[in-house]
């Protein structure tokens, strides 16, 4: 046989290796914020490729670094059209589309990715906030608007620009804009907000200035941040104060602790030793000494919770609260916030989880901090899991598979669909399940989809023939035919006289052969998106023998060299996969 359209192929192969070349560099300059040049080089590797979907999701990326979210999200947009199973395409749509203010869009979007991948962090994150930006939507006018000025404000400072990677800044600045009030408390705490705040005002053509600390706001003589730790055993052990350095006039008073401190000490050395009853006492005692100074209350707490008195750690954090208010002292956020979240870890071990994400959500409102959030996500984690969990029942899975089967038969392919899907939430585990509404997927033209779960079943289940003749059906509707020969000459392997993996070959090469001299942009399109054709073709050897065979087919060399069988392997995928016709 003739072969060809070799320099064509030579061409596309030369062409995958320079795009990614561009691809290195971009993930270079991105990686050092230089955003603009990364969008050149991802640009010139669309050129080259313009169906590799990772290109334009890393582009989509640097445009939403530079706050171009129009730009962002129509490179999002095509990313999910080339590859509608890949998580990440969904991730950067969402993101493009929030902030362009397509909130209900954006929640679509998210929602999609994460019936790709449901335990995706980045989508469950991007589908809370906009949720939570759709519900406060009405509360304030115009603010989405402000948004954008700060951020275009920011952007242009070299300094301040550099903030709006930081997902600490930007989670902050959210709370800002559906809490004014935070306004103050994040000039107070972080010194980022005063220079921000100067280039955006400066920038709106307004004077600020940043408003100066209240000594009201926190009691000086209690408020040692460092000395006062506590002990959370869900995160980590007692800290203990660490001596400081200081001039000889000063250390007498530094060394002194408080009467009700010593006793504090003495507690977290019985905690440390697991000794939590006399830990207690000494707790106690501390609060008897200073009853306002909150951390002692919840160092108490803290040895309730390892002695599974969990009732008694709530009563003593709403004490505490109780006392301050009593007393008629303001407790400075970031304590109130360490209250917050060790009540929360008393309700998430109680299981009571939805309580305890009330409680880990008020504790980030009053102090953002990186473990409380990583608990916070732990816990929503842990709650979903439970739930899908305590749903299981094998029984009534089997019952809506039956009602499925039925509505197959009568050619009503959704209510099918619908009934597998609720059959595979009564068990999850169960093949037949996914390679079922990989049926009615097929029939409903969901390609993508119907591929998913059918590689869910052969995941679950790899020994099935029917299971692999179907996955070569889905192959050969998406005109991956090399991916569909694959799948039925496995199903073959383990059943030799399966008629579906027989008649599905035949049929596939069939359809090879009946498009020689044909150009089908979509079956190309589908086998340079393909990781193992790209492969393929960047391989040396595969490059040198395509160059030979357009330039001296007939050499006695060349011939040889195509007799190889892991080369006549490799090239009859090519041919399979429409990137090598045959004429």
């Known amino acids: 046989a003739e072969y060809m359209g070799i320099k064509k192929t030579k061409e596309m192969a030369d062409n995958i290796t320079k795009a990614n070349e561009y691809k290195t560099l971009g993930n270079q300059e991105f990686s050092a914020k230089n955003y603009e040049a990364a969008v050149q080089h991802f640009t010139k590797a669309i050129e080259l490729n313009p169906n590799d979907n990772v290109f334009y999701s890393n582009r989509s990326a640097c445009y939403a670094s530079l706050s171009q979210y129009d730009e962002a999200y129509e490179d999002a947009k095509k990313c999910v059209e080339l590859k509608p199973d890949w998580s990440k395409g969904y991730t950067r749509k ?68 550099q903030y709006l990677n930081d997902p600490d800044f930007m989670q902050k600045l959210d709370m800002m804009q559906s809490n004014p009030q935070m306004i103050q408390l994040l000039l107070n705490t972080d010194p980022r907000f005063k220079e921000a705040f100067g280039v955006i005002f400066g920038g709106m053509g307004a004077n600020f200035a940043g408003g100066e600390e209240s000594p009201s706001q926190e009691p000086e003589q209690t408020y040692e941040p460092q000395r006062e730790e506590q002990p959370k055993p869900q995160y980590s052990q007692p800290q203990q104060p660490k001596p400081q350095q200081s001039k000889p006039q000063q250390q007498a008073p530094q060394e002194e602790l408080s009467e009700a401190q010593k006793e504090k000490n003495l507690g977290n050395d019985y905690y440390k030793k697991k000794d939590f009853q006399n830990a207690l006492v000494h707790y106690q005692k501390a609060i008897d000494l200073e009853p306002t100074e909150v951390l002692f209350w919840n160092n108490k707490a803290a040895a309730y919770i390892e002695l599974q008195q969990y009732d008694q750690a709530i009563q003593t954090i709403d004490d505490a609260f109780q006392k301050c208010e009593e007393a008629g002292v ?71 598979k039956q009602t499925g089967n039925n509505f197959f038969k009568d050619a009503k392919y959704p209510d099918a669909y619908k009934e597998y899907s609720e059959a595979i939430r009564r068990n999850p585990t169960d093949p037949v399940l996914y390679s079922n509404r990989a049926q009615a997927l097929l029939k409903l033209l969901s390609f993508p989809e119907a591929l998913k779960d059918i590689e869910k079943s052969i ?125």
């Open 94 to 161: 969402g993101l493009a589309e929030f902030y362009l203010g397509k909130l209900d869009e954006a929640i679509e979007t998210y929602q999609k990715g994460l019936e790709l991948e449901p335990t995706n962090t980045q989508l469950q994150e991007g589908l809370q906030r906009a949720q939570e930006e759709k519900a406060n939507k009405g509360k304030g006018a115009g603010m989405n608007q402000f948004k954008m000025q700060m951020i275009t404000q920011l952007m242009q400072n070299p300094k301040t620009r």
């Open 330 to 400: 303001k407790i400075p956020y970031e304590k109130s916030a360490k209250l917050y979240a060790r009540k929360a870890s008393v309700y998430a071990h109680k299981k009571d989880y939805d309580t305890a994400i009330h409680f880990y959500d008020k504790s980030l409102l009053e102090d953002t901090n990186s473990k409380v959030k990583d608990e916070l996500k732990r816990i929503q984690r842990q709650k979903k899991l439970e739930e899908e969990q305590s749903y299981i029942d094998p029984v009534k899975a089997e019952e809506h």
């Open 459 to 583: 995941e679950l289940d790899p020994t099935k023939a029917k299971t692999w003749a179907r996955k070569g059906n889905i192959h050969f509707q998406l005109k991956e035919y090399h991916r569909a020969l694959e799948s039925y000459e496995k199903g073959l392997k383990l059943d030799a006289e399966n008629l579906d993996c027989k008649q599905g070959t035949e049929r596939t090469k069939m359809q090879i052969y009946a498009g020689v001299g044909g150009d089908d942009e979509e079956r190309v399109r589908h086998a340079m998106a393909d990781p193992e054709i790209q492969k393929i073709l960047r391989e040396p050897e595969i490059v040198n023998l395509l160059n030979d065979m357009k330039e001296r087919p007939n050499a006695p060399e060349v011939q040889a060299h195509l007799k190889k069988p892991d080369v006549a392997e490799k090239l009859n995928k090519l041919i399979a996969a429409g990137v090598i016709r045959l004429g």
